[in-house]
């Protein structure tokens, strides 16, 4: 083809592409499906001030993950000041792995009580990379059907037979493994479910893996730090070890409060992941003050102010479900920190959530395909550093501000 040709052609590839942008995204307005980021100009505890068209405001939030308010503990934020370097200047495997990273790993698998532990830059490449370097398309992975969308991006990428149980159905779990006999078998579930806030059956999912020959594998985004003793997460709770679940992912972005994650658990398959995950190797690792800061903040967990800030959380916990169920609204059966209150419809999630912002209050409406069609919700988050007055005050707020469907 020649030169004027290829233009002509790319020309109107790139129109295509203009016009299929556009097109969706008036679908998405239309089914109030849009997204949008609101600029959070300063943190203070759980007050954040947010950037506004009219006038900025201070709003009280109920939607982080921020479980026991170390995002801002002086502890972690002196750590992460205090380390030397800003960046690590290369991947794990060339010159980027810090003495702080090497710390970082060894307390990690300390705290866990298992082998060994991988640092990765997030929870959501510690999934890709588990996936994909652990199964292959003669394997299968067999998966909750709640479970976050990193674990259902990395089956993908994994390029392995791919099946899905109804939410917490260990039998039906078992039946997808036992139809898949052939290769390896890799069975994964969300620990705490991100936007339900319910624990997976961990007990019944290991009988069925071992039952069928399959690895369990959980990820504890939601759980580490938050449950179990010393913060040692959900499968803590449920009295597992290493032989039960050979591999977790810790997440630090959540209630360690920064950001990155490690996978933890049997030693071979450790060294497995280090040597071919290729969301491991091919990237950078995280900042040195990162590592820092979760030292710092794994420090806290583990000890007495972690049991102080865990029992603060519960009671929280307690309240919220006390409060909520005095004032008739219906939550979903979560005992942990998140407690979603279920809408529906899209539009009136929305509504609900801007109607509770003019309050001062902070929920954010969850729409899918972040949650299955039909379910769109508040996913309302509860902290160890909200006070009874903030939570009481939600509560009366959810009452006066019923959902009027289509204001959005
Ligand atoms: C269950 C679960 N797994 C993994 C992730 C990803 O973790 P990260 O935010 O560190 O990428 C999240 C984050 O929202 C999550 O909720």
Redesign the pocket.
């Known amino acids: 083809m020649r030169a004027g040709g290829r233009l002509r052609l790319r020309l109107r590839m790139r129109s295509r592409l203009t016009e299929r942008v556009a097109a969706l995204q008036s679908q998405r307005a239309l089914v109030h499906r849009e997204r949008f980021r609101r600029t959070v100009l300063r943190r203070d505890g759980v007050h954040c001030e947010v950037q506004d068209a009219v006038a900025n405001r201070w709003l009280l939030n109920f939607c982080s993950n921020d479980y026991l308010g170390l995002s801002q503990h002086p502890q972690v934020v002196a750590a992460l000041r205090a380390a030397q370097d800003a960046g690590s200047t290369a991947s794990h495997l060339v010159c980027g792995h810090d003495a702080l990273h090497a710390e970082l790993e060894v307390a990690l698998a300390d705290w866990l009580q298992v082998p060994r532990a991988l640092l990765f830059g997030?929870?959501?490449m510690a999934?890709l990379a588990v996936l994909q370097a652990l199964l292959g398309k003669d394997d299968v992975c067999v998966q909750d059907k709640l479970n976050?969308a990193?674990l259902i991006d990395g089956a993908r990428l994994a390029g392995c037979a791919f099946k899905r149980y109804p939410h917490a159905d260990a039998d039906a779990a078992g039946r997808q493994l036992a139809a898949h006999p052939e290769g390896v078998a890799l069975l994964a579930t969300?620990g705490v479910f991100?936007m339900d806030g319910d624990v997976a059956p961990l007990h019944a999912l290991v009988d069925v893996a071992r039952h069928h020959g399959a690895s369990l594998y959980v990820?504890d985004?939601?759980g580490i730090g938050a449950l179990g003793e010393g913060g040692r997460g959900s499968v803590d709770v449920a009295g597992l070890d290493v032989d039960d679940v050979p591999l977790r992912?810790v997440?630090f972005?959540k209630a360690l409060g920064g950001?990155g994650?490690a996978v933890a658990g049997d030693a071979a398959l450790i060294e497995h992941l280090l040597q071919t995950a290729r969301p491991g190797i091919y990237t950078t690792a995280l900042p040195p003050a990162q590592a820092a800061a979760t030292l710092a903040a794994i420090h806290i967990v583990r000890g007495d102010e972690g049991d102080v800030l865990r029992d603060r959380l519960q009671s929280n916990i307690t309240r919220f479900r006390v409060g909520a169920n005095a004032r008739g609204l219906t939550l979903l059966p979560s005992l942990t920190a998140i407690q979603p209150l279920l809408i529906g419809d899209d539009a009136e999630a929305l509504a609900l959530s801007q109607a509770l912002e003019q309050q001062g209050y902070w929920a954010a409406a969850i729409r899918p395909p972040t949650v299955p069609e039909g379910s769109a919700r508040l996913r309302i988050t509860l902290s160890a550093t909200h006070t009874s007055e903030q939570i009481d005050g939600l509560l009366d707020a959810l009452v006066q501000t019923p959902p009027s469907p289509g204001s959005a």
Do not use: E, V
Request: net charge negative; proline share 0%; hydrophobic share 25%.
């Open positions: 997030s929870g959501y999934n976050h990193s969300d991100s990820d985004a939601h992912l997440t972005g950001m994650a």
